[in-house]
């Protein structure tokens, strides 16, 4: 149905603002969805996200590719989106330098990129969506402090102990939830007794919890980079039968699990890191229509507590 | 000069295991992280976090004796785990049924792993590497890709949410007045059914024989085949065992559960003493191996060990426990 | 008088607390061959072991020309002009034979990097002619593991040459070779004696021992026991040094076994035909017919190549159920099909390569002797402990397997020990028809003596026996009647009496004068 070359040069002729303004595949735009993996609840999350917002717009048909965590995978998907003549990409890239050169090719054949979650270098793209984990790390941050503050013993002047299980400490989503929230403790009565890296995996979350609850008698709360990490602390906790005394924050805010926790009282708050989807599908519709996007969009969150859970929680401050 | 006997005695795999558990054990009591170490509930709490891959090497240990080696249990637990949510949290079936059906599914995946390698001559390693790849796939179909919990997405988008049946909290909880996970129990329960297989079926003397000396074993009347269609049909039934619980302690079913848990397996099995190439080995081992990873990994822990350290630390650690056993087995 | 290459002083080693040398001296001169004899067990090896620089640590000292020398490992010893052919070849399978014949010496161009081929290749075949092994060059570029056993044997001499040795060690080298390949050999180790070398040469067989030697140095629990010239040191001295006692005079022909008729008939074959175990050849046996009655040792002679060993695993059901014509067994019909249905029938096969197809090494004795008959000792799939103890045990006290205990890895046991026990296997399962395939090979004299008298007793008792050797003594020893195969057909048949060494050569090898009498 495509013929490559002839619509490679048709679209090399059309400046990269100037967006079709009817779309070339009969009645229906081609929108082709590069997901770097779908091994993370997260990522799943933010397919179903574009899959849903896309549902109200007929006129919008969806391709999706999951590169399995591959970055040479996700390139050459990306190159076969572009050899396909795609009306827009929308690419969720694994890392950024590797992916440049072909997020910028597509770019310069005339398709409108947007790129979701992680940045690519340069500017050869039409728009960004990306949510702040720096921010949303320091929002926890201020959260627990907040929360811990109010504890008896550290009105009395003590000082209050806490539990830090991080993500991945090689990914940038790790060093920022870690940056934003140790940038809210700064001259806080709090210590962290206790850091280890789970990986992002609750079994892991689950047994470093158990060592950290054998070596510290006192825990007053646990911050975990994401909601399921948060879960195996929990259920460590639970089965020391000390889950009672201590407060346990996530990341994530996802609704079949931070939103789950929070709910069931598991977690006193999740913090919720948006996907972006449907705001990348608006967006794509704007860019379509030949209207004009920003080129930088940063998401904000909500967070989620047993009050206000069940009204879709509250944005951040 | 030592007495023959315990000179004998101290050149058995057993020994040797039994050297590198100590070994371990010796480093926690000097890195006991003020006490911890002392504690039961240290132990308690190493043997919840190892029984899993404990459950996957016992396994493993009847396919490495019969000279193979069996990949695909990784994602066998993955499988097991999702399919367990699903009939329980999602079917609302009862746990009986769940239960059997995913024993089922797990021996099923290990069966077909075995007929690969016993009728169509497949290598092990690439009928259970393909194997492990499908079942994995077969994982995220069955869950559309996201961990099976709770929380039920309803067509219209919200969630609706169910309450955790009762098995999961059987599965994963204590007896013995809090001293002893469920997990462990079962684990337990594992090597010895595979301690009757190897020592006391006939059928466990096959698979002795088999990864001794196929060729002599096939023309004592040995019936190669089925020996190892049968390991590795055990292998994808104590797979699914684990998956079971994998499920039950994370309450929810991840299709991504149990990735890389065969390597685990192997280690556990190769530092236990047995021999990769088949034929010598035993359950025995196979259990003093997991409590030394299990206390390698608990004591690196408590003690807050870095990611990095930790890492080189554990591949230093079993590289020295495999030399010591090569000198046992010289 | 000859310079003298090699001196061995006090030789003695030690594995961990198990004394397996002491004090053994030896010398060789340079054009000499020394047999270096004694029984499995004796020692040999290991000596041997420690002059190729494999075994570093040990007591005494080497001389090589009078100087000392110490081999840091065995390319230590190749460079000091000593090679070794083991018993198992050290040829690697996927390596083209030339590659094999320069493995660890390769000559190289510019500056070492880069493989003289054709140099390589010239000198191969250069050696190979040497050898009157009539090799093409594309025959040189085939890997090793599509020549026969016998060749390869050649192959690890020639590999041998290659290196300059000065000093070769044979170890029991013609135990695979065919007589032509073993007359070739002897002219070869001739023409290396002419050039100057020095053969160390192990051997359990009489005739080799006399045709070549010309000193005798024996070995016996790790111990010297005597030198002696050839000349000087007969038989009857060389077994008395060789076993401490004097064997039982090797007892004459058995007295006829349970004449003619068909009612002790335990095993009856017509037109069996067993395909080649490789596709697309003529079948390995063609036509085969036997009646065989219990009591009887039925010989069957051959070369290599006739089809022996395929007729074996054809009628034990090793290759499945592929054979056609008809078997019956104890009167009523039997087809082979898988070995576990031929033994429980009463028919069990011991293979010619105890190591490949034999034994369990990593198993103790005793697993080893209950594994054919595991399903009689284990009832309802369950061992038993008790029983299986009891079998094995009686088993080795019949044969007279000599071990430290029942739970010893049999790989540990001397070669002699380890064949009674796959034996005992097969004595397990109460056979009532055995096939014996090479019995008595890599087996030293006492214990091959041992064996003939246990075959006979068996025999006795009723068992019927089906025995290849390629040891033409043993085959008249032992049969009652022996069948001449060549190419998968019977070319003669001669009952006891009849035989002769030459008239079984000459059927064996095809002669078109088919002994007329005896012919079934």
């Known amino acids: 149905m495509h013929k490559p070359i002839l619509s490679l040069l048709a679209l090399a002729a059309l400046s990269a603002s100037a967006a079709p303004a009817s779309p070339r595949h009969g009645d229906k735009w081609i929108v082709g969805m590069s997901q770097c993996n779908l091994g993370e609840p997260w990522r799943v999350q933010m397919n179903a996200d574009i899959r849903k917002a896309a549902e109200a717009h007929p006129e919008i048909e969806l391709v999706f590719k999951d590169a399995q965590n591959d970055t040479l995978r996700q390139r050459s998907q990306i190159e076969e989106f572009i050899n396909a003549g795609v009306d827009l990409l929308i690419v969720s890239p694994k890392e950024a330098a590797p992916l440049t050169p072909p997020v910028a090719a597509a770019f310069s054949h005339g398709i409108p990129v947007i790129v979701l979650d992680r940045k690519v270098l340069g500017n050869d793209f039409t728009q960004f969506i990306g949510a702040d984990n720096r921010r949303i790390g320091r929002a926890a941050g201020d959260w627990a402090v907040r929360r811990l503050l109010a504890l008896p013993r550290v009105k009395d002047g003590g000082r209050a102990r806490m539990v830090e299980l991080t993500g991945l400490m090689t990914s940038t989503p790790g060093q920022d939830r870690l940056a934003g929230f140790h940038a809210a403790l700064q001259g806080q009565p709090v210590d962290i007794v206790f850091s280890a890296d789970t990986q992002w995996l609750e079994p892991q979350a689950r047994a470093e919890m158990e060592s950290a609850l054998a070596v510290n008698p006192q825990i007053d709360l646990v911050y975990a980079h994401n909601d399921p990490a948060a879960h195996g602390a929990y259920l460590a906790a639970k089965s020391a039968s000390r889950e009672k005394d201590i407060i346990f924050i996530g990341i994530d805010g996802l609704p079949q699990e931070g939103q789950v926790y929070v709910r069931q009282g598991l977690l006193e708050a999740s913090f919720e890191y948006p996907t972006g989807g449907r705001e990348a599908v608006e967006s794509a519709l704007k860019i379509l229509n030949g209207d004009a996007v920003p080129r930088q969009v940063t998401l904000n969150s909500r967070f989620f507590t047993r009050d206000t859970v069940a009204s879709g929680g509250k944005w951040l401050p | 000069m030592r007495p023959p006997v315990a000179r004998r005695w101290l050149a058995t795999p057993s020994f040797r295991a039994l050297l590198a558990l100590a070994f371990v054990v010796v480093l926690g009591c000097v890195f006991n992280a003020d006490g911890a170490f002392f504690h039961w509930s240290t132990h308690r709490d190493m043997l919840r976090q190892v029984s899993v891959y404990g459950i996957l090497a016992c396994g493993m240990t009847l396919v490495i004796i019969s000279g193979g080696i069996d990949l695909s249990v990784g994602s066998v637990v993955g499988l097991c785990a999702v399919l367990f949510a699903r009939q329980t949290l999602h079917q609302g079936e009862s746990a009986a049924v769940a239960l059997g059906l995913v024993i089922a599914a797990g021996t099923a995946i290990g069966l077909a792993s075995g007929t690969l390698v016993a009728r169509f001559r497949v290598q092990p390693f690439v009928a259970t590497l393909a194997m492990m790849v499908f079942a994995r796939g077969l994982a995220k179909w069955i869950s559309g890709g996201q961990k099976i919990s709770q929380a039920i997405q309803q067509p219209d988008g919200s969630f609706a949410y169910e309450d955790l049946p009762a098995i999961f909290q059987r599965i994963d909880r204590r007896i013995l007045w809090g001293n002893l996970s469920v997990v462990t129990l079962v684990f337990l329960g594992c090597v010895l059914v595979s301690w009757v297989v190897l020592a006391k079926l006939r059928y466990g003397r096959y698979l002795y024989a088999t990864g001794g000396n196929e060729e002599a074993a096939r023309l004592s009347g040995v019936p190669i085949a089925r020996t190892k269609l049968l390991a590795y049909g055990l292998s994808g039934l104590f797979g699914a065992v684990a998956g079971i619980c994998q499920a039950a302690q994370e309450q929810q079913g991840d299709p991504e559960a149990g990735s890389t848990y065969e390597l685990t397996a192997i280690a556990i099995a190769v530092i236990g003493g047995n021999n990769l190439m088949g034929g010598r080995g035993g359950i025995g081992l196979t259990l003093l191996g997991a409590l030394t990873i299990g206390y390698l990994e608990k004591i690196l822990s408590i003690n807050a060990v870095g990611e990095s350290s930790r890492l080189m630390l554990t591949g230093a650690i079993i590289v020295a426990a495999v030399l010591l056993q090569r000198r046992g087995n010289a | ?520």
């Open chain 3, 1 to 520: 008088m000859p310079a003298r290459l090699l001196a061995l002083r006090q030789i003695g080693k030690l594995f961990g607390s198990n004394r397996v040398l002491e004090g053994v001296s030896l010398d060789l001169n340079e054009g000499e061959v020394h047999i270096l004899a004694g029984e499995n067990g004796a020692g040999k090896s290991t000596l041997i072991k420690i002059l190729a620089g494999i075994h570093t640590e040990y007591e005494g000292a080497i001389e090589l020309r009078g100087r000392p020398v110490r081999f840091a490992g065995p390319r230590d010893a190749n460079r000091a002009g000593i090679s070794v052919i083991h018993q198992e070849l050290s040829l690697i399978d996927a390596m083209s034979l030339v590659d094999n014949i320069h493995l660890g010496r390769e000559s190289a161009l510019h500056g070492g990097l880069w493989l003289d081929r054709k140099g390589q290749a010239g000198r191969a075949l250069e050696l190979c002619r040497q050898l009157d092994l009539d090799f093409t060059a594309a025959d040189l570029a085939r890997p090793v593991e599509q020549f026969p056993l016998s060749t390869k044997n050649l192959i690890e001499i020639a590999k041998a040459l290659a290196f300059d040795a000065r000093i070769l060690v044979m170890d029991e080298p013609t135990s695979a070779l065919s007589r032509a390949e073993v007359e070739r050999l002897f002219a070869l180790v001739d023409a290396l004696k002419r050039r100057g070398c020095g053969i160390l040469y192990i051997t359990h067989k009489m005739d080799e021992i006399y045709q070549l030697a010309d000193r005798i140095t024996v070995l016996r629990d790790g111990r010297w026991v005597g030198t002696a010239p050839a000349a000087e040191c007969p038989e009857s001295r060389l077994i008395q040094w060789m076993i401490g006692r004097d064997l039982a005079p090797q007892s004459g022909p058995r007295p006829d076994a349970a004449g003619g008729g068909t009612a002790g008939r335990v095993l009856e074959v017509r037109g069996l035909r067993v395909p080649h175990p490789l596709p697309g050849r003529p079948p390995a046996i063609s036509d085969f017919s036997i009646a065989v009655n219990a009591g009887e040792i039925v010989g069957i002679a051959g070369l290599q190549g006739s089809g022996g060993a395929e007729l074996f695993q054809g009628l034990f059901g090793a290759y499945g159920a592929v054979c056609g014509g008809s078997v019956r067994m104890d009167g009523s019909p039997f087809r082979p099909e898988s070995p576990a249905r031929s033994i429980r029938r009463g028919l069990s096969y011991l293979t010619a390569d105890r190591k490949a197809s034999g034994l369990v090494p990593a198993m103790s004795v005793e697993h080893n002797v209950t594994l054919a008959s595991l399903s009689r000792v284990s009832p309802g799939g369950v061992l038993r402990p008790g029983r299986e103890r009891a079998g094995a045990a009686r088993q080795v006290e019949a044969l007279g397997i000599r071990l430290a205990s029942l739970e010893q890895a049999v790989g540990t046991l001397s070669g002699g020990n380890q064949q009674k026990v796959v034996l005992a296997k097969w004595l397990e399962t109460l056979p009532k028809v055995l096939l014996l395939e090479e019995p008595t090979r890599g087996v030293d004299i006492g214990s091959k003596s041992e064996i003939h008298s246990l075959m006979r007793q068996w025999t006795s008792a009723g068992m019927a026996i089906l025995l290849i050797s390629s040891e033409l003594p043993e085959l008249l020893l032992l049969s009652d009647r022996i069948l001449a195969l060549h190419r998968g057909a019977v070319t003669a048949e001669f009952a006891r009496g009849e035989a002769t060494p030459e008239r079984i050569l000459a059927a064996a090898m095809g002669s078109a004068a088919r002994a007329s009498e005896g012919c079934a």
